[in-house]
């Protein structure tokens, strides 16, 4: 559809869209350097009284949630030198888990999934 239309900028309106199809799309626009933005949800504009409002696409709007922080001096030592393995390594949470643990510099990182082009992309990152 985007190769259809001339389109500068995609705006998501999330209630009745899946966390996995909000991720494709972000991702094929993101791959073509297009703008994506969120609409404020129709609920937080009633119960506050404000006017329509567009943001930046974040991970936060993806899980529907605000992000929890993580402790990465304890993550790191914890991951130091340790044999890892991570399941379900091919899809989008154990991909990024993957590419999380790495940079904790662990002695080897195992990737295990279904799919073996799916493992192979995370293992070529």
């Given at each position: 559809?985007?190769?259809?239309?001339?389109?500068?900028?995609?705006?998501?309106?999330?209630?009745?869209?899946?966390?996995?199809?909000?991720?494709?799309?972000?991702?094929?626009?993101?791959?073509?350097?297009?703008?994506?933005?969120?609409?404020?949800?129709?609920?937080?504009?009633?119960?506050?009284?404000?006017?329509?409002?567009?943001?930046?696409?974040?991970?936060?709007d993806l899980l529907r949630r605000p992000s929890?922080?993580?402790?990465?001096?304890?993550?790191?030592?914890?991951?130091?030198?340790?044999?890892?393995?991570?399941?379900?390594?091919?899809?989008?949470?154990?991909?990024?888990?993957?590419?999380?643990?790495?940079?904790?510099?662990?002695?080897?990182?195992?990737?295990?999934?279904?799919?073996?082009?799916?493992?192979?992309?995370?293992?070529?990152?």
């Amino acid at each position: 559809m985007l190769d259809e239309h001339m389109v500068d900028e995609v705006i998501i309106a999330l209630p009745e869209t899946s966390s996995e199809q909000i991720r494709s799309y972000v991702l094929e626009c993101r791959r073509r350097q297009m703008p994506v933005k969120v609409v404020s949800l129709i609920r937080d504009m009633l119960n506050r009284e404000t006017a329509l409002h567009l943001h930046e696409f974040t991970v936060e709007d993806l899980l529907r949630r605000p992000s929890v922080g993580a402790d990465t001096l304890a993550a790191s030592d914890y991951l130091n030198q340790k044999r890892v393995m991570v399941t379900g390594a091919g899809g989008s949470i154990g991909s990024e888990l993957c590419r999380q643990i790495a940079v904790h510099n662990p002695k080897s990182l195992i990737l295990f999934g279904h799919g073996e082009n799916s493992i192979h992309g995370i293992y070529q990152e």
